[in-house]
């Protein structure tokens, strides 16, 4: 399974992105997949995930904010981003899990198989 992320840029705060991650290969075997972001010094931390049935859950920093949706047909993953803060500024990731994830799993990087190369976001 390969990831590839699309969509980062930079944004003045207060405006939106849109992350796309598209899958290729043999997903039909994947359960959880999620957003994470990392900035330089900094341990990589979950932004959200989704799993196959459409459960989301989301860190407390982008709730409200972000969005992560999935289409599976489409082996597409997205994460809407709105109201932009310069916090978010970051190197975005998806990755993508091959067993079910729990409520907290689904926020561990150790639950993911999969890792795109990740796009970065600039807020200012």
């Known amino acids: 399974v390969q990831l590839v992320e699309s969509g980062g840029g930079s944004v003045q705060a207060g405006g939106s992105l849109r992350l796309s991650c598209e899958a290729s290969g043999s997903t039909s075997g994947l359960y959880c997949m999620g957003w994470f972001r990392q900035t330089p010094g900094e341990e990589r931390e979950a932004v959200g995930y989704?799993?196959?049935?459409?459960?989301?859950n989301y860190a407390d920093s982008v709730k409200g904010r972000f969005t992560v949706s999935h289409d599976n047909s489409k082996k597409m993953l997205w994460l809407q981003m709105n109201k932009l803060k310069p916090e978010d500024t970051a190197m975005y990731y998806c990755?993508?899990?091959?067993?079910?994830?729990?409520?907290?799993?689904?926020?561990?990087?150790?639950?993911?198989?999969?890792w795109g190369q990740g796009t970065q976001v600039t807020v200012s």
């Open positions: 990755a993508a899990s091959v067993a079910p994830c729990t409520e907290l799993g689904g926020m561990i990087q150790g639950t993911y198989t999969y």
């Open positions: 989704t799993t196959r049935g459409g459960v989301a």
